[in-house]
């Protein structure tokens, strides 16, 4: 039902914009752009801010769809709602935004607390003598694995990614997905822990080597049939993957990045569609070379850069 809601809502808005002139690019020509922006992102920033300032100031305009997934719910803008100046516009989105990542992040963020103490008591025990605790502790991490995995709804993303391209078929004009996807990472034992459950024979010892190193999900996500539906839609994916603010290490603890396979599969995406692919910590580069596209001032501007640890 909550699935058929949503379909529903973005088919209202993005209908919308049938009624109503669209805008015109700097170029002084009549386009109509649709916008959907997707926020994955655990953290607020004045990066982000900056981001959205850009956006609203220089590529979005007057007659535009704009539709704004945040970690928290889906928001789409009506024309009454549409019709408030900039300045307006930019702050109520901005605190929308502010509130609904600083919503999400609260969870997340005691997830990965919790899994740090569960690292942290098993550094410091003594791994040669297993006893019940360190079993709970980790059983506790693997649910917390997955607990990060359902609050970042892994499972559902290609389903989200599909109904994004069945409504974007029902409009005419361009349709830009921006996705920013913060990188994620997570805390496992240090070298010396985990040499030391290496050389233990037992299952246990098995057992949390594969807790904590080895692949927990399998993603459902088919590049390739998502890409050839964006393509038919008329679709550009544009996809930022965001570092965040510098981990503070803690003794014992080494970081592992968490969301490796999605970051391969929405690279693919962006690059079947014609669309951006940055890595970096300034949301507002991305957007600027987003608007390259939009603008038509290049054909197709893909950024490879290397993976960050």
């Known amino acids: 039902m909550r699935k058929a809601i949503v379909l529903v809502m973005m088919l209202v808005f993005m209908m919308g914009v049938l009624l109503y002139p669209a805008g015109k690019g700097k170029t002084g020509t009549q386009t109509q752009r649709n916008y959907l922006l997707v926020f994955e992102v655990t953290e607020y920033s004045s990066q982000l801010k900056d981001a959205v300032d850009y956006f609203f100031d220089n590529i979005f305009q007057r007659g535009d769809l704009l539709i704004i997934n945040t970690p928290v719910k889906l928001y789409g803008f009506s024309r009454e709602k549409l019709a ?5 516009l930019i702050a109520d989105v901005l605190k929308m935004l502010k509130k609904d990542i600083n919503a999400g992040a609260s969870r997340y963020r005691a997830i990965l607390e919790e899994m740090h103490r569960n690292v942290q008591s098993l550094v410091q025990s003594d791994i040669s003598s297993v006893g019940g605790g360190a079993k709970a502790l980790i059983q ?6 997955q607990n990060l995995l359902n609050l970042r709804g892994v ?3 290609e389903a989200r990614l599909m109904k994004y391209a069945k409504v974007c078929r029902t409009v005419r004009g361009q349709n830009h997905l921006l996705m920013f996807l913060q990188k994620e990472f997570r805390p496992v034992p240090g070298r010396d822990t985990m040499e030391a459950l290496r050389q233990n024979t037992s299952q246990f010892g098995f057992k949390a080597v594969e807790a904590f190193l080895g692949e927990n999900y399998k993603t459902d996500i088919d590049y390739q049939k998502v890409g050839l539906a964006y393509k038919y839609a008329n679709v ?16 014992g603890i080494e970081y592992i990045e968490n969301l490796g396979d999605i970051y391969s599969i929405f690279s693919k995406i962006a690059k079947a569609t014609d669309g951006i692919k940055l890595v970096s ?3 507002s580069a991305f957007v600027k070379k987003v608007e390259l596209i939009v603008e038509g001032k290049v054909e197709v501007e ?3 850069e290397k993976m960050e640890k």
Do not use: E
């Open 281 to 283: 910590s300034k949301p």
């Open 140 to 145: 506790s991490y693997q649910q917390n694995r």
């Open 302 to 304: 893909v950024v490879d």
């Open 236 to 251: 550009r994916f544009h996809f930022l993957y965001l570092k965040g603010k510098t981990i503070r290490h803690r003794r």
């Open 155 to 157: 499972a559902g993303y």
């Open 84 to 88: 408030v100046s900039k300045k307006k």
